[in-house]
C-alpha cells in the first residue's frame, strides 16, 4: 500500500446501501500503519470507528485530539462537523491520521526519555561514589572518636 492512501479491505451492504466499511491508512511518511471501520449513524451523517493504531502507552491512546469513546468501549474520530457521506468520512480519516501521528511520536518519545531519565536516577542511586565525600569523612570521624573513647574507657 502506498503511503497516504486507503486500502478497502470489504463493504458491507444491505438492502442497497453501504452499512460498513473496512479499510486501512499508511501515513505519508510511510511508517505508521492505521485501520478504520467507517459506519453510518442511525441519525444520518457517518462515524469513523479506529480499529487499528500504532502502539501507545497505557492511557495515550485516549488523549488523542479529535477521538471519543462510545456509550460500547469503541474508539472514534470525534470530528466536529457532521460526516453527510462515505467520501467525506474518508477524507476525515486520513486527515485525522496525519493529524495525530506527529502528537502520537512525541508522546512516545517524551516516554522515552522519561524513562531513560528514570533509568539514570536509578542507576546513579545505586552506584557508591568513587571519592569519599564531606559527609562520609565526618562519619568515619566520628565513628574513630567513639571507638577512641571506648578504648579511654577501657584503659
Known sequence: MRAGLF??????????????????????????????????????GW??????????????????????????GRRYVDWPAKLANLGEAKTVAGLWVELVEPYRRAQEQKALYVELIEHCLRSRQKRKPAHPTQERLDDVRKQSQRSDRMTDEVA
Request: net charge negative; charged share 20%; hydrophobic share 35%.
Open 7 to 44: 486500502s478497502v479491505h470489504f463493504t458491507v451492504q444491505a438492502n442497497g446501501e453501504e452499512n460498513m466499511v473496512a479499510m486501512d491508512y499508511r501515513t505519508r511518511d510511510g511508517l505508521a500503519d492505521y485501520g478504520f471501520s467507517i459506519e453510518p449513524l442511525p441519525d444520518d
Open 47 to 72: 462515524r469513523v470507528y479506529i480499529i487499528l493504531q500504532p502502539f501507545c502507552q497505557a492511557g495515550d491512546a485516549a488523549s488523542l485530539p479529535y477521538q471519543s469513546i462510545d456509550s460500547k
